[in-house]
């Protein structure tokens, strides 16, 4: 009996048929999810969308916009079985390299007040606290504020 060769992880860009694969992963991970409308408008709207994939399983996805000379990550998420094994910022370096082609100078993201392991993650890659936004997440029972954070390129 031989065994299968497994395809290496790899990081692709989203399509729309992603988009089941790429719903379940996002109500797993957050309470307040995005819709399949909005991963719809940021692929029709030429947004960076990549996905994390292995033997054409989606693992884990992020969504960044290039405007002028900044990008701006709005979403990024991996799969609660596969998150701590460095997948998360293997996804934020990609999207660093891509910022860093189209000659961005900086990258903004957001990320809840609560998530501190994400806002650490970020930190240990370079990006720097640089304000809030009140209530900018909705949450159990109202608002949560957002972090925003930098990073300089």
């Not at 988009?19 to 408008?41: C, H, Q, S, Y």
């Not at 030429?46 to 701006?72: S, W």
């Not at 934020?92 to 100078?105: D, G, R, T, V």
Request: include cysteine; charged fraction near 25%.
């Amino acid at each position: 009996m031989s065994a299968q060769p497994q395809e290496s992880p790899k990081i692709r860009q989203m399509l729309e048929r992603d988009l089941d694969a790429i719903m379940l992963i996002e109500k797993e991970v957050f309470l307040f999810p995005w819709t399949r409308g909005n991963f719809e408008d940021s692929i029709s709207s030429r947004y960076h969308c990549y996905i994390l994939e292995m033997d054409k399983f989606i693992f884990g996805y992020g969504v960044m916009t290039i405007n002028l000379d900044e990008a701006h990550i709005l979403t990024l998420s991996v799969a609660s079985a596969w998150q701590r094994a460095g997948w998360g910022e293997k996804l934020i370096q990609h999207f660093i390299s891509l910022a860093k082609e189209h000659h961005m100078n900086s990258i903004f993201l957001e990320v809840r007040k609560s998530n501190l392991g994400a806002a650490k993650l970020y930190e240990q890659i370079g990006f720097k606290k640089i304000g809030f936004r009140p209530e900018y997440y909705p949450a159990m029972g109202g608002r949560e504020d957002a972090i925003i954070m930098a990073l300089a390129l």
